[in-house]
């Protein structure tokens, strides 16, 4: 079965560039109908959409975070990557990678476990 | 945008309790419908995809209903590990965008 796995920084300073990968196992990336997806978790607080890298390469973002989100896939890796610029205390979260699939009404499974991204200097 | 609203914010039940949570659209879409659960220090699971279809390993006491607008996910008679916070998710085929409810605590009464 297909499991995700982020990785990346877990302390990033003010203004400075978030950036995450996922790795994805149990199956190939490049499969049709995904939508690799990013998604956080402010501490305490709901689930909120940042976007994600449909499997033709694709992207689509939350309109509240577009101006500084960029998402990217590395088939050859089978990763796909999160890169948020301009960061504040405010993207402080736990962020999550999932995959959202065509087949089953748009419906995010599996999720990766969760990184906590800590925005302080 | 599409928002979802979920109700109540808190449910407070006791196990073997039938808990019934509501999700409303702003908007209609369709049966494009999804629940999740969500524990402490965990990250969500899905329940319920297409509005009444059961996630692969969910048990059968969790069922989903509703299209459209209107959506009800119903835990049939609660047991100890049902409780923890639950969402519902939708995918607009307008605007690609995912949105997501902003939970339902179930709390052991």
């Known amino acids: 079965q297909v499991q995700l796995q982020e990785s990346g920084p877990g302390l990033v300073k003010p203004s400075q560039t978030l950036s995450l990968t996922c790795t994805v196992s149990g199956g190939s990336i490049s499969s049709g109908g995904y939508y690799w997806s990013w998604i956080r978790q402010h501490p305490g607080k709901g689930l909120e959409w940042i976007g994600y890298i449909y499997y033709s390469g694709s992207t689509y973002y939350n309109p509240s975070l577009k101006s500084r989100v960029t998402i990217s896939v590395d088939t050859s890796k089978n990763q796909f990557s999160l890169k948020l610029s301009s960061v504040t205390a405010a993207d402080t979260a736990v962020y999550y990678c999932?995959?959202?699939?065509?087949?089953?009404?748009?419906?995010?499974?599996?999720w990766g476990q969760g990184t906590l991204v800590t925005v302080s200097s | 945008e599409i928002v979802l609203t979920q109700s109540p914010a808190t449910l407070s039940l006791s196990p073997g309790e039938r808990a019934t949570l509501s999700c409303r659209a702003s908007q209609s879409v369709s049966s494009y419908l999804a629940w999740y659960q969500q524990k402490p220090g965990q990250a969500p699971r899905l329940l319920i995809y297409?509005?009444?279809n059961r996630a692969t390993g969910i048990p059968a006491r969790f069922s989903g209903s509703g299209s459209g607008t209107d959506f009800t996910l119903t835990i049939s008679s609660l047991e100890p590990e049902d409780f923890a916070v639950y969402y519902c998710?939708?995918?607009?085929?307008?605007?690609?965008?995912?949105?997501f409810g902003q939970g339902t605590k179930l709390e052991i009464k």
């Open positions: 297409d509005a009444s």
């Open positions: 998710q939708q995918r607009s085929n307008w605007h690609f965008m995912y949105t």
């Open positions: 999932a995959r959202g699939s065509d087949s089953s009404g748009y419906s995010i499974d599996p």
